[in-house]
T-cell receptor, first 112, second 114 residues
Framework: QKEVEQDPGPLSVPEGAIVSLNCTYS??????FMWYRQYSRKGPELLMY????GNKEDGRFTAQVDKSSKYISLFIRDSQPSDSATYLC????????????FGEGTQLTVNP | EPEVTQTPSHQVTQMGQEVILRCVPI?????FYWYRQILGQKVEFLVS????????KSEIFDDQFSVERPDGSNFTLKIRSTKLEDSAMYFC????????????FGPGTRLTVL
């Protein structure tokens, strides 16, 4: 079983739609959860991070963590064509210095 | 805004040759990392580095790989004898000493082994 599973998509939505991206994981030791955005052939860009369970909101983005279900989500409200990218979930067991374990990424296209 | 930089952006080499990939982490960060991403696959951890020594490495990071912080700003990844399967994007990342493990990535070096 993979440590982190993410539906690779592709996911195509119209502009203005609410997008839901999800990851599941098997290792209950994961404590820190992140979402990255990656444009083609570029480095991952950190979007959101959360610690343990709960919600975090930043503008149009909301990250949710449900540790009891080993499930994390990223919601994008009022999606824009500029949101078109690959979204990667990542998680780690410990704080500073710990390796990130990534999902495979979900490719999102927002159509004007 | 401070960012991680990497050079070169693209490196082409012959199988068996040595390559050195260079990174300048964010200046006040204390943890440094290398990851790689083979085309179409997920980002994979290679190694983390703190206080001038390796703090963690993956099973990918075998004796062909080494890392070094030769001065106060650069962080390098050396591959001693490249193989075809080393062809990938290599990302450097850095993070602060603190409560969260937010890692900031550079733009990557695309390594092509012929």
């Amino acid at each position: 079983q993979k440590e982190v599973e993410q539906d690779p998509g592709p996911l195509s939505v119209p502009e203005g739609a609410i997008v839901s991206l999800n990851c599941t994981y098997s290792n209950s030791a994961f404590q820190y959860f992140m979402w990255y955005r990656q444009y083609s052939r570029k480095g991952p860009e950190l979007l959101m991070y959360t610690y343990s369970s709960g919600n975090k909101e930043d503008g149009r983005f909301t990250a949710q963590v449900d540790k009891s279900s080993k499930y994390i989500s990223l919601f994008i409200r009022d999606s824009q064509p500029s949101d078109s990218a690959t979204y990667l979930c990542a998680m780690s067991r410990e704080t500073s210095g710990s390796r990130l374990t990534f999902g495979e990424g979900t490719q999102l296209t927002v159509n004007p | 805004e401070p960012e991680v930089t990497q050079t070169p952006s693209h490196q082409v080499t012959q199988m068996g040759q040595e390559v050195i990939l260079r990174c300048v982490p964010i200046s006040n960060h204390l943890y440094f990392y290398w990851y790689r991403q083979i085309l179409g696959q997920k980002v994979e951890f290679l190694v983390s580095f703190y206080n001038n020594e390796i703090s963690e490495k993956s099973e990918i990071f075998d004796d062909q790989f080494s890392v070094e912080r030769p001065d106060g700003s650069n962080f390098t990844l050396k591959i001693r004898s490249t193989k075809l399967e080393d062809s990938a994007m290599y990302f450097c990342a850095s993070s602060e000493f603190g409560a969260y493990n937010e890692q900031f990535f550079g733009p990557g070096t695309r390594l092509t082994v012929l």
